[in-house]
């Protein structure tokens, strides 16, 4: 006779895993749907394969809300007043009652179907095939850009490119329009990298590519050659593109990881939540804050699918050291949970 593992992070495993399957699946497959359905009917000049994020979002944010109720509805002691709850604090001793292994158990059916999802979905909707390391490089003191005007900007080590992206923000033209004419120059050559006229910007965040030959870039100057329309430069606005030698199935992998962190913020605040608060309350704080960070800007889980999508390395692309914070949340919020926990330590 088989024997079934009863403890509380295999119950929870299988019970997310048979419930959020096939929301993973339809979902995914109405984001494909969702892509070709609403495609512009006009070829665009330049592939764009990360304005196809929110189709990838979908079945991503489905599979997490789907994981996180489920383990929230089904272990009693997420919440106050639920019935079963006496038997699981005799059963699971401590403060946190086999909560711990439940968001556990949570996270780990999330990556598992996840991880797949973005697998096959990434190159159906357009993503590249390998993924390349970007640096961004630091500006000088003056990042403003006029006529006649130079910008400098420096990296710590050389980093060998392929490739530049200048995307700098514009302001408003003294007179009529006029765009702006770069020459970017690398490590002090007197040789611009390419031909001045077809380094025209004259549109807030206009992306230019400039492809160079492969070899370590430490320092770039801007001048602005002719033009009227001012140009800033951020951090972020000019990035050294690396050979793209990094599988992008890898790349996928590590973005399924970084996206169980807002399970983890959620359902951590869940069981503090759920010391005092009723069963609806913890799952309103749950969808709320996946919501919030999934699709509302806050934390690295957008910004890990556009980087995906881009064809960007994720580890260069500082998205893990910006978890931080929000891990320490969670942490945080379980041991406030275990620490006012209405369970008796044994």
Not at 31 to 57: C, E, K, Y
Not at 236 to 259: E, K, R, Y
Request: glycine share 8%.
């Amino acid at each position: 006779m088989t024997r079934v593992p009863r403890s509380p992070f295999a119950l929870a495993l299988r019970r997310c895993l048979s419930a959020a399957f096939v929301p993973a699946l339809a979902s995914g497959l109405a984001g494909i749907a969702a892509s070709r359905w609403f495609a512009p009917p006009v070829a665009a000049d330049a592939v764009a394969p990360a304005a196809n994020t929110p189709w990838l979002q979908l079945p991503l944010f489905v599979t997490a809300v789907v994981c996180a109720f489920v383990a929230a509805a089904f272990w009693p002691v997420f919440a106050a007043r639920r019935p079963g709850d006496a038997w699981i604090v005799r059963l699971q001793p401590g403060p946190l009652a086999g909560r711990g292994a439940v968001v556990g158990a949570a996270l780990v059916a999330q990556f598992m179907l996840t991880a797949p999802v973005l697998l096959v979905l990434t190159p159906i909707l357009g993503g590249p095939a390998a993924a390349a390391a970007q640096v961004a490089f630091e500006p000088g003191s003056d990042a403003l850009l006029t006529e006649g005007a130079a910008v400098r900007f420096t990296v710590a080590t050389p980093v060998p490119a392929v490739e530049l992206h200048v995307r700098p923000l514009a302001g408003p033209p003294s007179g009529s329009l006029h765009a702006t004419t770069l020459r970017v120059f690398a490590d002090g050559d007197d040789v611009p990298l390419a031909d001045p006229a077809t380094l025209a910007v004259d549109q807030s965040g206009q992306l230019l590519r400039i492809a160079v030959a492969s070899r370590p870039i430490g320092a770039i100057r801007i001048e602005a050659a002719a033009g009227n329309v001012p140009l800033f430069f951020p951090r972020g606005s000019v990035v050294a593109v690396g050979p793209p030698v990094h599988w992008t199935c890898t790349n996928a992998i590590l973005a399924a990881v970084v996206w169980c962190v807002p399970t983890f913020v959620a359902l951590a605040f869940a069981c503090l939540c759920g010391v005092s608060a009723a069963l609806p309350t913890v799952l309103g704080v749950t969808g709320v804050l996946l919501f919030v960070q999934s699709f509302g800007g806050v934390g690295p889980a957008g910004d890990a699918l556009r980087e995906l999508m881009r064809g960007r390395w994720l580890l260069t692309a500082g998205l893990f050291p910006s978890t931080l914070p929000f891990l320490a949340a969670g942490s945080t919020a379980m041991i406030l949970a275990m620490s006012t926990s209405r369970f008796p330590r044994r």
